[in-house]
């Protein structure tokens, strides 16, 4: 008699989480990603939730629909390796695994330092082998991604400017005073994605890591600021004790830090504790650590200078709308801010529904960094490249934010006024816009379940401003006839409550 061992949660997460966080990067939700792939999409939930096996044709065609460069592919070969073996009345003897999976990282220690024009990341990992066999190469993998929440953007950008070795001047060593250097060689060469060996060898001989040693080795590498966006991931990949992390940057642009985690279950959150900051001379530095990280653990940090670059003085000051471009949020010129956002089907995708709040959140953080919204702020899906019915509303003068699901506007009170009114996909103007008072919305939880909820006064004019973009319009559309926005330097509101 056999009986086949259901899938352990430690071998799912080899595929699953890999799965998931090129999800992630590419800013897809699973119905997306099951239609570049030509899947249906509960086969894709039923795997990304650990209730389908994937197959090698399923790996190869997520692989493709998010280009990632094989990632895939190998995380399904190791997934494959680790599946439990058929049980049986007489032992049968497994094949040895592979050596690097017997590494342990003692400590993962990071740094990211900025010098006005480019970004040096220096990389220091203490590596220990509890295998049986020598260990003879290491890999590492360099992502970049100018605008987090627009791919298109991206995409273009590394297309006609692809990151180069020659720029990246990556260099690698191996011993606690760098005393070995490190040959590497590409595993992967993508535009805006390199994968590398780092080999325990150089021109004067081989140093394996054996069995039962321990070393550190270090690498760095250089990317220009204009192909790095505001944004620095740490992945834990490998069973880790302490993992650190320090962002330095020069005093005078006044620099904001803040961190996110993402669990496995692709929810994003503050980090527990808090960042450390403290100055050194002319430089301000953020360091951060915890213990035991669990594996695909996701640790993320964004930052935004709030003082411009000075030491460009030929470069013209940026408009509004270029800074909030810069900050991941797509521009009025974009076709997914003009047609309707696809609605969730709840509960079934209410994994997918967190996600894109998560997202909204932490875009509504970066851009909280940038500017001072003294009538509060809102987010919709389709803001961030989304294609999503959700968004989000912070009131003014709180924290407190409003989650909208599938909304539409079921009922208008009577009492009509004017306000100006700006848009984070063209913030250069403002216009002057009528808005009933009040507005009764229905709305989905995630559970599914419908709710009403009445909105008043200024609440209820961003929560109406939203719902125009997950319909497909934007405050403009709704300017009396003929009346056109301002500029925002002829609009003297910016910071003010709304007037009532």
């Not at 919305?441 to 109406?464: D, P």
Request: hydrophobic share 35%; aromatic share 10%; with cysteine.
């Amino acid at each position: 008699m056999a009986t086949q061992d259901e899938d352990s949660p430690a071998h799912q997460d080899v595929f699953v989480g890999e799965l998931r966080r090129w999800r992630e990067v590419r800013g897809m939700s699973r119905t997306a990603v099951a239609v570049a792939m030509g899947y249906s999409r509960s086969y894709v939930s039923k795997v990304e939730s650990g209730h389908e096996r994937p197959s090698r044709e399923f790996a190869k065609a997520a692989d493709d629909a998010l280009n990632a460069g094989g990632a895939l592919r190998r995380a399904w070969r190791e997934y494959e390796a680790l599946r439990p073996v058929v049980v049986r009345a007489t032992p049968i003897e497994r094949a040895p695994e592979p050596s690097t999976r017997s590494l342990f990282v003692e400590h993962d220690d990071a740094e990211l330092r900025y010098d006005g024009r480019n970004y040096r990341a220096v990389m220091r990992r203490k590596l220990v082998n509890y295998g049986t066999d020598p260990i003879t190469r290491y890999m590492i993998r360099i992502s970049v991604d100018r605008f987090p929440g627009d791919p298109d953007l991206s995409n273009q950008l590394y297309r006609d400017r692809p990151l180069t070795w020659e720029e990246l001047d990556l260099q690698a060593w191996c011993g606690e005073d760098r005393s070995e250097t490190m040959r590497w060689v590409a595993q992967h060469d993508r535009d805006a994605f390199k994968e590398v060996w780092l080999q325990f060898a150089n021109d004067s001989g081989h140093f394996p890591l054996y069995p039962g040693q321990s070393t550190w080795i270090e690498y760095t590498y250089t990317v220009r600021d204009d192909k790095w966006g505001n944004w620095f991931q740490r992945a834990v990949r490998l069973p880790t004790s302490l993992l650190s992390v320090r962002l330095d940057f020069p005093e005078h642009l006044d620099p904001a830090v803040w961190g996110l985690h993402t669990s496995m279950t692709a929810e994003s959150m503050p980090f527990r504790t808090a960042i450390n900051e403290q100055r050194s001379g002319n430089r301000r530095i953020f360091s951060w650590t915890t213990e035991e990280p669990p594996l695909h653990a996701r640790y993320r940090l964004e930052w935004h200078f709030r003082r411009k670059q000075s030491t460009r003085p030929a470069e013209p000051e940026e408009k509004p709308s270029q800074v909030m471009r810069s900050l991941g949020v797509v521009q009025s010129d974009d076709p997914i801010l003009h047609r309707p956002a696809k609605p969730f089907h709840l509960p079934e995708e209410a994994e997918d529904a967190k996600r894109v709040i998560a997202e909204l959140v932490s875009a509504a953080k970066r851009v909280s960094a940038a500017h001072t919204f003294g009538k509060g702020m809102g987010f919709a899906a389709n803001q961030i490249g989304i294609d999503r019915a959700a968004a989000i509303v912070f009131p003014p003068g709180t924290d407190d934010v409003i989650m909208l699901l599938n909304p539409r506007i079921i009922e208008n009170g009577e009492e009509f006024d004017e306000q100006y009114e700006g848009c984070l996909s063209f913030f250069d103007v403002r216009g002057l816009v009528p808005r009933p008072l009040v507005l009764h919305v229905e709305h989905q939880e995630l559970s599914g379940a419908r709710r009403i909820t009445i909105f008043e006064r200024g609440v209820a004019r961003l929560v109406a401003h939203e719902i125009d973009h997950l319909h497909g319009k934007l405050y403009i559309d709704r300017l009396p006839p003929g009346t056109e926005a301002i500029p925002i330097e002829q609009y003297g509101g910016s910071g003010l409550n709304w007037q009532y």
